[in-house]
């Protein structure tokens, strides 16, 4: 047993698993691209995007990704580097944002947040930040385009810490933010290394080192650049904050790094720095307990499902995160929800998007299981010597909402059956409008491209017609008095009161204006936007 110990705790601690959270053409791909051609997962450059392209264009589900040339499907990629072993969970973004995207970020022990030099901290980052904030994972931040005019770095960091409120220590410092990049002063090392242009990577960055007010730099820079580095460099020094490794592992402080993942520069210390600093897999909270990684006993939980992924079999993938023990093909688990034992014949893993059968995995790894609809959200897998349950998933805020209903009457059943396992997939919410005799069902959704995923597989799946009708709704909000009567609060004539497939009293709200005018005239009552 002791072999099978050394074992488990060598593997986990070489592992890294982290989601990267961006705004749309921050240069998530691009990114991706370059951490995988480092660890030798890829060869060439470009295969991430041309592959969402062509891989998948054979599944029917996935037209809609096809005809909008976005990517639904990758998952997971795993690499070696050096001795680590890396997982980077895929996070939908663009029109395909989705409770997925947020979901990701329940199964990864750090975030690389990814962001535009000229554009700042944007939506989408803001809103998958505030899932890393509530779990208190670290984040890293990468500002990328800098081969590019950019922002003013202090600027950038004023960002940070108004609209996301978190404070940041920059690893590195750009020289040559107008659109005339000239490299970056590495502040641990110190030293300058230098921009060699737009060659892609293909050669190694030259460096010099020495103290930041030294000749050579000035000669190297131009008194221009050298004079403003030399002040900068003194103002973060003396204003900054300090480097504290604990409260970036708490994530209150995230360490900056500037570079440009398009030209390679500055991702390969990027990410030597990120491996260093960044957490293996930790402890988990479940039921009560604490599950801690380097424990024999296997345990892990389903946190995303994915419908017919394989165009041949109408399969559904359930991704398992796995959060201690070690894995192993064919290995029978207790179904902890469903209250029996199961047996994992065809676990897969993603290789840069290649499936692959799974011999052993660890904690910190995502596998794909079979799933013959047995499996919903946040169920819990374990050994039968670890009988535990772990805390559930969230449901994120839907933000847009439809009336939905079977264009056939005669369909319902099929509707409902469809409706339901849409939203066990936990691809749509569905809520009932309370005191009302219709049919129809109010859909929310994450991403409003799940209206189209929804319409597209109850048809494909369940032969039925929809009739969507769009809705001004933006938000819901739970209420958490459990005793209290939604019907006697005084609230807007816009606020529709309803109940979710728990039957919790849920609010819909078309903006914030009602959000208020609910909370001010009924004391009390509390709302949240996360259930
Ligand atoms: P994603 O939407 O976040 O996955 O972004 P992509 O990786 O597809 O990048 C969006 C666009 O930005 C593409 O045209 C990239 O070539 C470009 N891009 C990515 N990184 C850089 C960079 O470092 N510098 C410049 N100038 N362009 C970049």
């Keep these: 047993m002791k072999q099978l110990k050394d074992e488990i705790i060598y593997e986990v601690n070489r592992r890294k698993t982290f989601a990267i959270i ?141 609209v996301l409120g978190i404070r940041s220590f920059p690893m590195n410092w750009p020289i040559g933010i107008d659109g005339d990049f000239k490299g970056v002063y590495n502040r641990k090392l110190s030293q300058i290394e230098l921009f060699g242009g737009g060659n892609h990577g293909q050669t190694a960055v030259s460096s010099t080192i020495g103290k930041v007010d030294d000749k050579i730099f000035a000669d190297l820079l131009g008194e221009h650049y050298h004079k403003r580095l030399c002040e900068e460099i003194e103002l973060l020094d003396m204003a900054g904050d300090e480097f504290d490794k604990k409260k970036v592992l708490t994530g209150e402080l995230t360490p900056i790094f500037f570079g440009s993942a398009m030209t ?67 290995m029978s688990v207790y179904h902890v929800q ?15 998007q290649e499936r692959t059968i799974v011999e052993q995995a660890y904690a910190g790894d995502i596998i794909g299981l079979f799933d013959p609809g047995i499996f919903n959200i946040g169920d819990t897998l374990c050994g039968n010597d670890l009988k ?63 209206f189209e995923v929804l319409e597209h597989r109850l048809k494909k799946e369940y032969g039925v017609d929809l009739r969507i009708q769009h809705l001004p709704y933006k938000m819901a909000r739970w209420i958490s008095n459990e005793e209290l009567d939604p019907r006697k609060l005084s609230l807007t004539s816009s606020t529709m009161i309803a109940t979710d497939k728990l039957d919790r009293y849920v609010l819909l709200f078309e903006n914030e204006w009602s959000i208020r005018w609910a909370e001010e005239r009924n004391k009390g009552l509390i709302l949240t936007d996360i259930a």
Excluded at 282 to 293: F, K, M, T
Aim: charged letters at 25%; hydrophobic letters at 40%.
């Design 264 to 330: 390679n520069f500055g991702v390969q210390p990027f990410l030597e720095e990120f491996l260093l600093m960044a957490p293996s897999p930790g402890i988990r909270p479940a039921s009560g307990i604490e599950v801690d990684p380097e424990s024999e006993s296997f345990s892990g939980f389903i946190f995303k499902i994915q419908a017919n992924m394989n165009p041949t079999h109408r399969d559904r993938i359930a991704f398992m995160r796995i959060c201690s023990g070690r894995f192993g093909k064919g």
């Design 338 to 352: 469903a209250g029996k034992e199961i047996r994992l014949s065809q676990p897969q893993q993603f290789m840069a």
């Design 22 to 162: 961006s705004h749309p053409d921050a240069g998530k791909t691009t990114m991706t691209e370059k951490l995988l051609l480092y660890g030798g997962a890829i060869r060439l450059a470009g295969s991430v995007k041309a592959r969402k392209a062509s891989k998948y264009a054979v599944s029917d589900w996935m037209d809609i990704e096809k005809q909008r040339g976005i990517s639904v499907t990758s998952s997971v990629m795993q690499f070696d580097y050096n001795d680590y072993c890396i997982n980077i969970l895929d996070t939908p973004g663009h029109q395909d944002f989705s409770e997925d995207t947020y979901r990701t970020l329940i199964a990864a022990d750090s975030a690389v947040m990814l962001i535009d030099g000229a554009k700042g901290v944007e939506e989408q980052t803001i809103k998958l930040f505030h899932v890393c904030r509530m779990r208190g994972i670290p984040i890293f931040t990468f500002i990328n385009k800098m081969d590019r005019a950019s922002k003013d770095p202090f600027e950038l960091m004023e960002e940070l810490e108004n």
């Design 388 to 450: 535990v349950k772990f805390d559930g998933i969230p449901i994120f805020p839907a933000e847009h909402f439809a009336r939905v209903s079977a264009a056939d009457s005669m369909k319902r059943k099929q509707f409902l059956k469809g409706i339901t396992q849409l939203s066990e997939e936990g691809a749509v919410q569905a809520f009932k409008q309370i005191d009302i005799g219709i049919e129809a069902l109010v859909i929310g959704a994450v991403g409003a491209l799940q």
